[in-house]
């Protein structure tokens, strides 16, 4: 019996400061050393090229849109997602946004319908961690943060990834990023791809 094997279209999550976009480099060196082709698409990114077009001049400005805005824009990025033929197609996203409205999930079902995902890694780390972190980063205009904050927004991750597994049917793959285990989080997530 032949089997057409489709590839993998991997979200993966994590709030600002739990390491993710280091994690991700290690995720797609190690995936190409298994001869596998994989690219990773910054939905924020592709949102941002379309908003530019209109006007938009700093990225961390998208989460002020109004949402439907935001909703037109990543309903564009979603397409061209969706488009994508690599092996392993990486969306590194975040489960929701901080507008003015309120938290806005960041993979509302009609994203999730044009993109369909395979599977979800949703990054956490120690909340002190992810603290420090964000301390420390002046690349880019967030918003004020407190321990408090950096807990309840893990939650709230949580859930929301949960509820993106429930509409999709796909799996989710929670991986901590441990201080020094990178390697060790990185195998969790290809080991999780059934590849």
């Not at 935001?70 to 392993?88: C, N, P, R, W, Y």
């Not at 890694?121 to 967030?142: L, M, Q």
Request: net charge positive; aromatic share 6%; hydrophobic share 40%.
């Amino acid at each position: 019996m032949l089997y057409l094997v489709e590839n993998k279209k991997v979200v993966m999550v994590g709030i600002p400061g739990v390491g993710k976009t280091s994690l991700l480099k290690r995720v797609v060196e190690m995936l190409k050393e298994q001869n596998k082709t994989v690219n990773v698409y910054s939905f924020g990114t592709l949102m941002f090229d379309v908003a530019k077009e209109n006007g938009l001049e700093d990225r961390d400005d998208l989460r002020k849109l109004a949402v439907t805005e935001q909703q037109k824009l990543q309903k564009i990025a979603a397409e061209k997602l969706a488009s994508m033929t690599d092996d392993v197609v990486i969306i590194d996203t975040h489960a929701f946004i901080s507008s003015p409205e309120g938290y806005y999930p960041g993979l509302p079902e009609h994203v999730l319908k044009i993109i369909k995902p395979t599977n979800f890694v949703s990054v956490s780390a120690k909340p002190e961690e992810i603290y420090s972190r964000r301390i420390k980063d002046f690349t880019r205009n967030r918003d004020k943060i407190t321990l408090a904050n950096v807990k309840k927004e893990l939650d709230f991750q949580s859930g929301i990834i949960s509820a993106c597994a429930v509409i999709c049917g796909a799996p989710i793959k929670y991986v901590l990023n441990r201080e020094g285990k990178i390697d060790e989080a990185a195998e969790k997530i290809i080991n999780s791809l059934g590849l």
